[in-house]
């Protein structure tokens, strides 16, 4: 539904009946998604349309290192460089740290643009493989990549023996190298689910209209001092 809100601020989207998984898009056609998830929080400054599409994505199986079996442990901002032959969701993927721990996971494209972002956290430590939603649309191209940062409480494991990439799903995604170009690690994302979103599968964009009103100002007056008997 349309909304309009009182002054600039980051204000929450949502749809009156999602669909299984809903894309939000800045444009009508073509265009980037700027968001995923029924409902999704956008910094809004003035007024703005914004375009949502529900998909219901088809499982396509796993990618990517399923479960190190050698491994040390790392904790700088890095991780993987991967291509999408076609639109894909990577619905999760796995880590294993020493230690409780919290991380923000970011996709960005070939030219290094930040396309989404989520923070996540690790309850379990002890090596134990933990699975991750992540949820993040991805559509058709080359040199995306998937780097994990802020990582704080502990560290999380890595693969510096035996990784040979690249690790391939057929016809749906790649995975090429370490987001730094040092292809004998394999950096922290494990076991990639991933999903495609068939063209039969998807909705026609809808627009909802954000408008954004000036936050009234208010004059009292100057300060008055009554002084009684």
């Known amino acids: 539904a349309d909304e309009t809100y009182c002054g600039e ?9 999602p669909g299984l998984v809903t894309l939000w898009w800045d444009s009508l056609s073509a265009g980037s998604i700027i968001g995923f998830g029924n409902r999704f929080e956008q910094f809004i400054s003035k007024d703005t349309a914004y375009y949502p599409q529900n998909i219901s994505p088809i499982s ?3 990618v990517g290192i399923l479960t190190p079996t050698q491994f040390v442990y790392a904790d700088a901002a890095r991780g993987l460089k991967f291509n999408a032959s076609t639109d894909i969701i990577i619905d999760s993927i796995s880590v294993l740290a020493n230690t409780p721990l919290t991380f923000r996971v970011v996709l960005t494209d070939n030219e290094g643009n930040i396309l989404l972002g ?21 559509l058709a191209g080359n040199a995306y990549t998937l780097v994990c940062e802020n990582i704080s409480g502990g560290k999380l494991q890595i693969v510096n023996s035996g990784v040979s990439y690249p690790y391939s799903l057929d016809g749906v995604v790649s995975i090429t190298n370490a987001s730094n170009n ?11 689910k991933v999903s495609t979103i068939p063209s039969f599968c998807v909705s026609n964009r809808e627009e909802v209209q954000t408008s954004v009103l000036p936050v009234p100002t208010f004059n009292l007056g100057a300060d008055t001092t009554i002084c009684g008997n």
């Open 9 to 17: 601020g980051t204000y929450e989207l949502y749809l009156q009946k």
């Open 60 to 62: 396509a199986g796993e």
């Open 118 to 138: 989520k923070d996540l956290e690790v309850t379990e430590g002890g090596d134990a493989k933990t699975s991750l939603h992540l949820g993040f649309p991805v």
């Open 182 to 192: 040092l292809s004998s690690i394999y950096y922290y994302l494990f076991d990639w």
